[in-house]
């Protein structure tokens, strides 16, 4: 790999079969669109991202190919999209079993040794009524020994998914070790798709990306502003020179329990990042357009008024709510990110739009906590911690407890972990 000495910034580029490159421009900006036209006809595609600390990805696996699949099980239903992608389609109690056609695809590229994170990318059309979906690679023509990753409900979302996966997701079979299916190509392999009650599921798989090591991030995240955020967790981060980030209701701003104006101020001239939580804290997915648009620029006013709006585009969706209409309203209203309350550690290249998190309610042991920041420690991506109520006992999911929260923020520090507000995650 060559980088320029102008470089200031760099685009992440996968290229067909095993490699990746990066490519550093002084003025990237000027070849956005023809890179971007570029990479769409690659076989593993990937976000194109613009930062200064690209990520490595090597391409395993591309689901793209006429006639590459099969359908393996009795139910299901396999078809090819336009850009040549395999789908998979299963309906209730229906599983789709798609497994690789042989002679069809080589295999010589799909090793997957000394690869620390894994991201599976597909494209999900109802994602309410996906249950699980499953990756698995065979050792053997007879798909006799295999491994699986396996993602269940509440890890998808509409549209492109960038699902990061690690060893600790790997389910090895009975006598064989991770070194077992790192010392040689994989054979075959199949997935799976299986969906719930509630209807069908249409999935394109797109490709299974080997992503290099490198240290993750950790945000500390609150909601709503509650009072202990300031009394509590303010108290416990500053000891360390740590910075959080609150998403910010105003029309709960002085209200009995929650933060007060000087109080948010006092935090973010810390360095804490105030988001946009919209201003009366209404679900998005239950408003017009319209509603949606005024939601979320009344409170970025309020934000840029007060002083507290640099990032004030940034949001975090009310109770989790947003809908394709929200999207829209986020692109054309020049809100730059967007967060859920889907769990899961976040993939640099996924949808900055559909963020995703980890929720600490009162069912997370610190030994959990600790477990998640291990991995990101290890193996990259961001952890988005977000917390409500930090208090002594922990009477609903809205709480999680001061010893808990006070272990997690020394082990933050005591493990070097690399902790950033939302400001950090602005490319």
């Known amino acids: 790999m060559i980088r320029l000495p102008l470089s200031v910034d760099a685009l992440n580029l996968t290229e067909l079969g095993r490699y990746a490159f990066s490519i550093w421009s002084a003025r990237p900006e000027n070849h956005k669109k023809s890179m971007k036209a ?46 040549g992608y395999v789908v998979a389609s ?15 695809v080589s295999s010589g590229s799909f ?8 991201v599976l990318t597909v494209d999900v059309d109802v994602p309410e009524h996906l ?44 006598g064989k070790l991770r070194a077992d299916f790192e010392a040689v190509p994989i054979v075959t392999w199949q997935v799976r798709v299986d969906c719930n009650a509630a209807g069908s599921v249409n999935v394109k798989f797109l490709s299974l990306n080997a992503v290099s090591a490198s240290k993750g991030s950790v945000l500390v995240g609150f909601d709503d502003g509650w009072l ?11 000891m360390y020179g740590f910075r959080g980030t609150i998403a910010v209701t105003p029309s709960r701003v002085g209200e009995v329990n929650y933060c007060t104006l000087a109080q948010l101020k006092e935090m973010h001239g810390a360095g804490w990042a105030m988001i946009n939580h919209t201003y009366n804290h209404v679900n998005l997915s239950t408003l017009l ?14 934000l840029n008024n007060n002083g507290l709006g640099d990032c004030s585009s940034l949001v975090a969706y009310p109770n989790g709510g947003y809908d394709d209409a929200t999207l829209a309203v986020m692109r054309a209203g020049g809100f730059t990110m967007g967060r859920t309350v889907r769990e899961g550690v976040q993939s640099p290249l996924a949808d900055k739009y559909q963020i995703k998190i980890v929720n600490l309610i009162p069912s997370v042991t610190i ?33 999680w407890s001061v010893d808990k929260f006070n272990q997690l923020i020394d082990y933050l520090f005591t493990s070097g972990a690399n902790v950033v507000t939302a400001a950090d995650l602005i490319v």
Request: proline content about 4%.
């Open 90 to 104: 299963a309906a209730p109690s229906a599983p789709c079993i798609l497994r690789m056609n042989a002679g069809v």
């Open 38 to 83: 570029f990479l769409l006809d690659m076989a593993c595609p990937d976000d194109f991202i613009v930062k200064k600390d690209a990520v490595m990805t090597r391409c395993l696996l591309s689901f793209r190919g006429a006639n590459a699949y099969k359908l393996q099980s009795a139910t299901g239903g396999i078809s090819y999209a336009n850009d």
């Open 228 to 238: 202990t955020q300031y009394t509590a967790a303010y108290t416990a981060m500053r």
């Open 111 to 118: 090793v997957m040794s000394q690869a620390p994170r894994f």
């Open 289 to 302: 357009a319209v509603d949606q648009f005024n939601e979320l620029t009344f409170c970025r006013d309020w």
């Open 367 to 399: 030994d959990r906590a600790k477990a998640v920041v291990d991995d990101c420690n290890a193996n990259g991506g961001v952890v988005w911690f977000l917390c409500h109520r930090i208090e002594a006992t922990e009477p609903s999911t809205m709480y």
């Open 131 to 174: 249950a699980t979906l499953s990756v698995y690679v065979a050792l053997d023509a007879g798909f006799t020994v295999f491994g699986y990753f396996k993602v269940s409900a509440g890890n998808f979302i509409r549209g492109t998914n960038r699902i990061y996966l690690s060893w600790n997701d790997f389910v090895l079979p009975a």
